[in-house]
């Protein structure tokens, strides 16, 4: 009797092994398949940092080819707050002060139809960013909607 109990014993320890084996393997393609999926995930999902309404740029079509970084869509934050940059003089720039209201006229916002769009000064810049387009006038990024 104390033979069969024995073979019973190494019969357990074999099995308890096996399964500490089958775990290991298990784990191991566990984290191949997260690392794989890791690299997969950049190559054929489109990502945004924030969340929104998306509009598209342009048509896609299926297997379309997509370089990285493409432009696909513009996204409309569920937030309402817009932020604008203003282009000024040196002239009358000391008479901008934080927290100022402003109108601001854009020109494909026909203002005559649509009225003017309301913004405040949130930030003033101690040094002027650089110019961006050709133009001459400094850019100061102020206006918060």
Request: glycine residues 10%; hydrophobic residues 35%.
């Amino acid at each position: 009797m104390s033979g069969e109990n024995f073979n019973k014993g190494k019969e357990i320890l074999e099995l308890r092994k096996l399964v500490t084996d089958q775990r290991q393997h298990f784990l191991s393609a566990l984290f191949v398949l997260k690392s794989r999926l890791e690299d997969w995930r950049p190559m054929y999902v489109v990502s945004a940092s924030i969340s929104g309404e998306i509009s598209y740029i342009g048509f896609l079509q299926q297997n379309q080819y997509i370089t990285s970084g493409q432009p696909l869509f513009y996204i409309q934050p569920a937030s309402n707050k817009f932020y604008g940059e203003l282009q000024t003089g040196q002239t009358g720039f000391g008479k901008l002060k934080l927290g100022q209201r402003v109108i601001v006229r854009i020109s494909s916002y026909p203002n005559t139809e649509f009225g003017y769009l309301a913004g405040t000064i949130t930030y003033i810049p101690t040094l002027m960013a650089s110019n961006t387009g050709g133009s001459s006038a400094p850019t100061w990024p102020l206006l918060r909607r």
